[in-house]
């Protein structure tokens, strides 16, 4: 990798940009979206920047294309990936599923923006964050990092890259319209000491017929193109060799679940939180932007005396349900703050089922939570 | 008679999991699968040369399972998509797309036009049938004015496509279209094709007796060559025929053989320079 | 002296004449004739009656969609890439 993927210094950058960063940093070469607002400069970032680090990036006829091209890529042995918002990720879903039934290493940014439909295009929402999880047809499991910071937005692609390549598994990033144009310091370390993670390469000189490439729970080498594989990939039912099997229910049966043990054997590498929880009888439970949101108000209102303290998710899927609920079961209420109606909210409900959790939107879906709406509402259940 | 079977002269490009097609009895596909795996092995090349991609779709299946190399079977109307992604990856490679009309001019018609308006350098060969052959008989952009189909069943009441037009229309720098009845005009077309420096597209009309045969009233298998080779004509005929001559008939030929500068070139220039 | 020409037929790929007999209406020689009994699939596939008239054009060959015959000219039946069949 060239020093020149790799930014190596303290930055004053957007969250788009630094995403972008982090995508070259980790070793990504490839690139194709189209234009979406307010996603948009990681696509024009890497159109500039990836050309000089012997990369490719096609702007393409629409984002179907471009999640199309990005698949093609990893299969062609290249780190790739696409940015986009929530109308273009409904767009994407089918072939994200053919990403994870193919079992396809890339990485899918989604800097959020109000919706649904059309909505708002520069307002942040947080409303795409079950539509990893469950928008595409099927049963599937799904990596998703949210980031917090423009920090975040720069190390959380690093490690989306890392996990797809670990899992071979399209990742998510996500952002969402104020982190994505929001300014703040990065700084970026020398290459050296940026971890980064490889696909499992599948021997050389073996065809598909002989070894198996696919449906491994702790994860097949890739029998990527070019290589005298004579790899068949399909997202049809198949067998561990890649053979379609479009007869029978018990082939169904290992395709469905090998892909989704692989994930949930090894939830416990993956899941990221981080919290503070000292002395706290009620914690504020955030995500993205939002979170930010959330630890200011317990830095506020423990000065006021108030036993508070943060949650935060790092990863949304796999959710962190184990974490949340040790995090319950040293507090006596959570308070999840998101900006949408209550989307992962459920989700932390169920994880902790015997603490009481309370839901909080912001005063107005589209603005960030303000600290003393957010004490308000702590005062409430203050015990 | 002969008492021992002999291996196929092209059987060592089959996938030994997958000798068998999934074919109808006398569906044209076949002959355009050994019409390419011929062109392939008449220029010298070897499979593993290639990267195949495919749709969905009865013609998706030509490579898929049956090509032992590289293929990708890919989301519907798609597969021109993501062989974009394959060749800028893998630029050294020829990469080959199969799929018929339905998946690359209905669902991926867009995917078409922008590829051959690029010019990246692929070669896709688009099988035409007319109809929806795998799921059972519906209506393609393809099919003839007025035909029943599952989906019209009171007449088609849509224009068909002429899919080498189209493409010639969004910018492609080999156009060509044969049949079924004409294997080895065929196989020199695709050499031709996979030679192209750029997008060289190929569209070849395969019998589907069970549902465009049956749903016409041409017939079974061999009555459909018989009706290609009555339909058809020769490019060099048709240009001293007039339209209403030319209306229901197959115009066959090269159409377009031109050179314009190619996406992945252009692209390795760019890159050229800016690593510099 | 004259050269011998074989014809193989892979029962197993054929998929009959009654749903295809391509080979048999492409043949410019009438070489083939269709079997009057059923294989143990079910299929009635083409059968060589005329070997004389072969010209060996390889239309068969070439338009057969499920590679299943095979045209040789001056070839000894213990060539070694016979393979028996269809025993698959």
Redesign the interface.
Known sequence: MSNRAVLTGRHFMMGNIACAEGALAAGCRFAAGYPITPATEVAERLAERLPAVGGTFLQMEDEIASIAAVIGAAWGGMKAMTATSGPGISLMLENIGFALGTETPCVIVNVMRGGPTTGIPSVELQGDVIQPRRGSHGDYQIIALAPSSVQESFDYTVEAFNLAERFRTPVFVLSDAFLGHMREEVIVPPAGQIPIAERKRFPAGVDVETLPGFLDEDVAPMPIFGEGHKSHVTSSCHDAYGRRNVIDASALDVFVKKLNDKIVKHRDEIVRVASDLEGAEVALVGYGSVFRCAQAAVEAGRAEGLRLGWFKLGTIWPFPDKEIAEAAARVKRLIVLENNLGQLVHYVQAAAPRCEVRFLPPRVLGELHEIDYILKAVREVHP | MSLTTFEHPLAKYIRPSAKKTANCPGCGNGILAQGILRAIEGLGLALDDFVFVSGIGCAAWIPSPSFFADVLHTTHGRPIAFATGIKAALPHKRVMVVSGDGDLTAIGGNHLIHAARRNIAMTVICVNNGIYGMTGGQVAPTTPLGLTTVTTPFGNAENPFDISELVKGAGASFVARWTTYHPRQMEKTIKKAIQKKGFAFVEVLSQCPVEFGRKTGIGNSVQMLEWYKAKSVTLARAQGMQPEELRDRIVVGEFVDVDKPELIETLAAIRAKAMA | MGKQV????????C??A?????CL??CPKDVFKVAERLTARG?RPP??EK?TACTTCENCV???????I?V?LD?M?E?A??????A?
């Open positions: 074989i014809i193989s037929i892979n029962d197993n790929l998929k009959g009654d749903g295809c007999g391509i209406a492409l299929i059968v060589v070997i070439i338009y057969c969609p499920d590679m299943a095979v040789r070839e039946p060539a890439a016979a393979v028996k069949g269809p698959e």
